[in-house]
């Protein structure tokens, strides 16, 4: 049995703030569909994300089969199943493929054939058998909820929590939902279950076993749907609604305090789940989660057929990794010019020798000067393809991973499983980049440090986006946010303008280019590119190990940030 | 156990987070002052005793922080040698040092600042060993 015992949630911690939920006790038993009903912003989902552990009540307690789910150990991930609003699978993917995957995440120790079984039978019960090799974005929206409520019933849990899954839907499609959610709290192999479905459509109200009416954040009413509309002195239930607007949700709290124990004893007596609610016997032998690997293996091989898949993101990546190497190279289609040295001998007139030095800085700052741009044109272009990397992986799916956090997944096995996959990306982007400009402008210096540092820079931005990412309310602001950090990445590097040491000292630590334009050109020490680059800049270059450690600590510390933001609970 | 709610970002993980910048920077320091100099176990030239007795300075290893002045003399065999200003402790110094055939690739010319790696040969030359620039 499901029971909130006196929850009372403020919306801050300020005693004055108001009350989300105020002194909320309700129960729910095993076997039984309940529908959580009320007016917008009266606290359904509140109460939904109160249940789930989301959200902290302020006082009160949840308990879960008489355990206090605050001091005697949380539900886990197994028990529980959550389906939000919208519906949240990849469009690419295809429904068997989605709900193999969720399986592969959610339970370990399950060979291939029981797997496919399971898979098959689950399918069966929520109707979409003949939809499983079809792609998630063709499937309408009950089809969607269906897919959804499919995939959290994976590890079968004994609290199953949807929040407004017949939301724009059909009555139709409503109906056939809310029958699915009956026949889901009935049985699953002897696993019967709580269903609590949060809606403000009393479509199939008959097929709820309890319905709990929320008034501004207070219980008006908690009963069985047939008493609903009389409590309410409703001819009907839809004009329940009606009703409640005719007073405060204080005011129904208190009416309910004072008759509501009738439909509650009537709802207690006549229900058999009530009378069986205990747990059957194959429960406490909850599926364990698959381990970290386990799940880092899931995601990485579905983070490669999610990409293969989206034929705008091949392309878009293909342009990159292509077509940046191009803008490179047309500042020196013909490689770069001869460089005439310095006489050595002593044996030129002052007037000549003022010549050579005369020519010899034309020179720095012609040929000096391409070279230098040349490596932070590479630099910039690939910072860009970093912030591309990084903005939006965490971003752009932050819902779905948050279903699939709750679900068991750990952010350790997501985290690297997207590091991984952005490495092999960056390594495309950054060997691509040095190889080709090397070949074809005859680019000097070492190109091995050369494309570690390039790595390292790319590396560096993809790191400190995805940190953003991670950190982002949206995928819009992620976005913004990281192309505004490659856009200072030009002007506070120092290679084009000497930054005044105050700006420099305190800049500096977070420029990636810097560090990478440095040691870039620390890279060309032995050829004389390297005295022409000096004569023309007044930054000054940080030595090659230095410019190694930093870009490694960028990377670094830019991957536990992204750590830290992918714990963080994100629901809206 | 705590339960989801309570599972937000805690204050152990910002002190991580702050350790490894510190940590960063400390690092940076280190390899800043180890990684500049890649001579660092080498001794520096005394200028000094170099120009009044050289003959006892040699067969040891020195480094020395010069810039490249005239090119003296040039033997296919031997190299080439340099006259490099120094600027030492004394003053003002021009010492010999002669670059041979193995560092040819590094095309030396007038005005370029170098860290010479020196052993002090017969007769007092200073024979380069390995050079960096800058």
Redesign the interface.
């Known amino acids: 049995m499901l029971s909130l015992e006196a929850i009372s949630l403020q919306a801050s911690e300020d005693e004055e703030s108001p009350y989300l939920l105020h002194d909320v006790s309700v129960r729910m038993c095993r076997g039984e569909l309940v529908a959580v009903v009320g007016p917008s912003g009266c606290g359904k989902s509140t109460l939904l994300k109160t249940i789930t552990g989301l959200l902290e009540p302020t006082a009160g307690i949840v308990r879960w089969d008489g355990r206090d789910l605050a001091t005697e150990g949380d539900l886990l991930p197994s028990e529980l199943g959550y389906v939000p609003q919208f519906s949240l699978a990849y469009d690419s993917l295809t429904v068997r493929e989605s709900v193999d995957d969720a399986f592969r995440l959610r339970i370990a120790g399950i060979d291939d054939d029981e797997r496919e079984d399971r898979i098959d039978a689950l399918l069966e019960t929520t109707g979409l058998t003949e939809l499983a090799d079809r792609p998630v974005r063709v499937l309408s929206g009950g089809q969607r909820r269906r897919l959804a409520l499919t995939i959290e019933t994976v590890s079968s849990p004994s609290l199953l929590l949807c929040d407004e899954v017949t939301s724009g839907l059909d009555p139709g499609s409503a109906q056939e939902i809310v029958s699915l959610l009956h026949e889901l709290s009935r049985a699953d192999g002897g696993r019967r279950r709580v269903v609590v479905n949060v809606t403000h459509s009393l479509i199939g109200l008959e097929l709820y076993d309890r319905v709990i009416v929320l008034s501004a954040g207070r219980i008006a009413y908690q009963g069985s749907p047939q008493h609903l509309a009389h409590y309410f002195r409703a001819d009907h239930a839809d004009a329940v609604y009606t009703r409640l607007a005719t007073r405060s949700g204080e005011e129904w709290d208190t009416s309910w305090r004072k008759h509501g124990s009738f439909f509650e004893d009537s709802l207690s007596s006549g229900s058999e789940a009530t009378e069986n609610d205990h747990p059957s016997e194959t429960e406490g032998d909850e599926p364990l989660t698959p381990g970290l690997a386990a799940q880092f293996a899931v995601l990485f091989a579905r983070r490669i057929r999610l990409f293969v898949r989206e034929r705008s993101q091949v392309g878009l990546q293909a342009a990159l990794i292509l077509g940046f190497p191009c803008l490179v190279v047309i500042f020196a289609l013909k490689g770069l010019p001869g460089i005439r040295n310095l006489s050595l001998d002593n044996d030129l007139s002052v007037i000549d020798q003022l010549r050579e030095s005369a020519g010899y800085l034309v020179q720095a700052f012609d040929v000096g000067g391409l070279v230098s741009g040349l490596l932070l044109f590479q630099i910039i272009l690939l910072a860009l393809m970093g912030s591309n990397n990084g903005a939006l992986e965490i971003a752009g799916e932050r819902a779905l991973f948050e279903r699939e956090k709750l679900a068991g997944l750990s952010p350790v096995s997501y985290l690297a499983s997207k590091a991984v996959f952005l490495g092999l990306l960056i390594t495309a982007q950054a060997v691509w980049m040095v190889l080709f400009v090397h070949g074809i402008c005859r680019f000097p210096g070492d190109i091995v440090g050369q494309v570690m540092l390039l790595w390292l820079a790319d590396a560096a931005l993809t790191a400190v986006c995805l940190a953003f990412s991670s950190f982002a309310r949206t995928p819009a602001q992620a976005s913004l946010i990281s192309i505004y950090f490659v856009g200072f990445q030009l002007p506070l590097s120092g290679a084009v303008l000497a930054l005044p040491d105050s700006v420099a000292r305190l800049t500096r630590p977070f420029i990636a280019a810097y560090w990478s334009w440095a040691g870039g050109i620390l890279t060309m020490r032995d050829t004389r590119f390297y005295d022409l680059i000096l004569k023309i800049t007044k930054t000054e270059l940080a030595a090659l190990p230095v410019c190694f450690w930093v870009l490694l600590a960028h990377v670094v510390i830019g991957t536990c940030v992204a750590y830290l933001g992918c714990r963080r609970s994100v629901w809206d | 156990?705590?339960?989801?709610?309570?599972?937000?970002?805690r204050p152990l993980?910002?002190a991580?987070?702050v350790g490894?910048?510190v940590l960063?920077?400390i690092?940076?320091i280190v390899?800043?002052n180890?990684?500049?100099d890649a001579f660092r176990t080498v001794p520096e030239l005394d200028i000094g005793e170099y120009l009044s007795n050289a003959n006892s300075l040699r067969g040891n290893n020195y480094k020395v922080k010069g810039v490249?002045s005239?090119?003296l003399l040039y033997s296919r065999e031997t190299g080439r040698l340099?006259s490099v200003e120094v600027n030492g402790s004394g003053g003002d110094n021009v010492l010999p040092v002669l670059v041979p055939p193995e560092l040819s690739?590094?095309?030396?010319?007038?005005?370029?600042h170098y860290t010479f790696l020196l052993e002090v040969g017969d007769a007092g030359i200073l024979l380069a060993r390995k050079m960096?620039?800058?």
């Open positions: 156990m705590a339960r989801r709610a309570s599972s937000k970002i993980w910002i991580c987070i490894a910048l960063a920077v690092g940076g390899v800043q180890q990684g500049g490249i005239q090119s340099y690739y590094l095309n030396l010319q007038k005005g370029q960096q620039k800058g």
